[in-house]
């Protein structure tokens, strides 16, 4: 691209473009039946090609059937392969594959496409430019913020590739997480690169679609009929409950989980919602919900008035008011015993399943010293067994050199457990030649177990550390 903002010349490529053909881009927004969407498009592309004049490219396909690799590679994201993908060199693919169809239009689908700015947006204008494009549609599906940052914590908690670990509220202050929740700004920036495109806005409410299906929804905006879309399965990529996303962030922060065993857990979850459910409907409180959709209130007033044609419809009924009432009357023990409860459960599934067993469990250690009449103490070791998910505690304590013995003890999750003392430690007998117990002053206990609290370490009764473990 040159200071103009247009390509020059690519070495090395075939010098034909795709004048005449129409593009359509559908660019989200995540978790509104995208990924249902996709497969279809994908799975019926040959179908799309011969009797619609549609191309639904394989080229920028990554693991599912959306096309994240155009929006990645204009951000410089690599997929899954980790390979460097050049935005030029993807759209001369794509104009070999369109060369193969002759299509009248090309649809690429990705959802990742809400996360471009107006530099990326720019610089994807470039590229269509270049190549002889037309883009013709922008179609986005949106749904009301509170309920879409709901969705949108769920699947980044869900997801192997996240894995998210932090609490819901410090999700709602994550800034590109508000930039896409901003839809008039972020449709503005679409609609000032690309003038001349139709922007068709849906909003994404299965009451509002055909049959309650969203493929179908789709398909008539591109102004076709394909009867077996009526049969396709909907839920594509569906979410855990709200109780299951709270464990699940729980296993998130405390096991280095492999891709494999992740989505295992989150199979068992799944599992449990359908046949326990989940009394937590809700991440936000009543007040909370209120407050976060009042950040958008004069975005969606726009929104609305320009695209609609009608007053702003994102606010809540009365009946989910009456709703999020009786949510909020849930008492915080209620919710953290059904948490705790759950967890149980997921944590014997995986010690069932091996999961326990074959994962290398490094458990996240913090350690507070309290004052000491020792002359020394450190914890320098905390291992997990392998075998059966407890842990081994090691270190050093060093009587001042007039005391003869101590008794250490250690309070984990089953009780007062006794801590070995006197072992070896002959490097530290070298650095402390000045007290002749440091060359045995090694402690060690096996077989500790974590609970909800720290573990607590006590020299001769005086509670001397407080280990705090998050696996």
Known sequence: MDKSGKWQNIPGMIDKKLTGIKLILHIGIHKTGTTSIQNFL??????????????????????????????????????????????????QSL????????????????EEFDGLRKPDILKLKGVIDYFGLKLEKIICYIRRQDLAIDSFYREVVKNPRSRYKDT??????????????????????????????????????????????VILDFLS?????????????????????????????????????????????????????????????????????????ERFRESNEKLFREYFGTENQFVLSPEEIEFYKEQDKIPK???????????????????????????KLFPRVSINYLPTDLDFFRIDVVNANLLNGRLIISGLALPKADVENLKLTIRDAEGM???????????????????????????????????????????????????????
Not at 46 to 67: F, K, N
Not at 74 to 85: A, L
Not at 171 to 186: A, E, F, R
Not at 431 to 454: E, L
């Open 95 to 110: 104009l070999n594959e369109a060369m193969l169809y002759k299509p009248e239009c090309v649809l690429l689908s990705s």
């Open 221 to 293: 905006v591109l102004g076709i009929e394909m009867p077996e879309a009526r049969e396709y399965k909907i839920e594509a990529n569906p979410s855990l409950s709200h109780l299951s996303t709270l464990v699940m962030r729980r296993i998130n922060k405390e096991y280095g989980l492999s891709r494999e065993d992740h989505v295992k857990v989150v199979n068992y979850l799944f599992q449990l919602d359908k046949k326990e459910g989940s009394p937590i409907k809700t991440f936000f409180t009543l007040q909370e919900r209120i407050e976060f959709l």
């Open 417 to 471: 457990k006794e801590v070995q003392w006197g072992l070896p430690s002959p490097f530290f007998g070298e650095q402390r030649k000045d007290n002749p117990i440091a060359k045995n002053a090694r402690f060690r206990v096996g077989n500790v177990i974590v609970g909800d609290g720290p573990l607590e370490v006590f020299v001769n009764g005086k509670k001397t550390a407080e280990i705090n473990i998050t696996k």
């Open 333 to 359: 023990e209620v919710i953290e015993k059904a948490v705790k409860e759950r967890y149980r459960k997921v944590f014997e599934f995986m010690k069932a399943n091996g999961i326990l067993a074959k994962e």
């Open 168 to 213: 819901f509220k410090k999700y709602t202050i994550k800034n590109w997480v508000i930039d896409v929740l901003d839809y008039y700004s972020m449709l503005s920036q679409w609609k000032k690169a690309f003038p001349e495109a139709e922007i068709i806005l849906r909003i994404y409410d299965r009451k509002l679609f055909p049959d309650g299906n």
């Open 42 to 91: 994908y799975n019926k592309r040959e179908i799309l090609a011969s009797d619609y004049h549609i191309l639904y490219p394989r080229t920028g396909v990554s693991a599912g059937c959306g096309h994240p690799i155009y929006p990645w590679s204009i951000r410089g994201i690599k997929p899954p392969s980790g390979e460097d993908v050049d935005i030029k060199h993807l759209f």
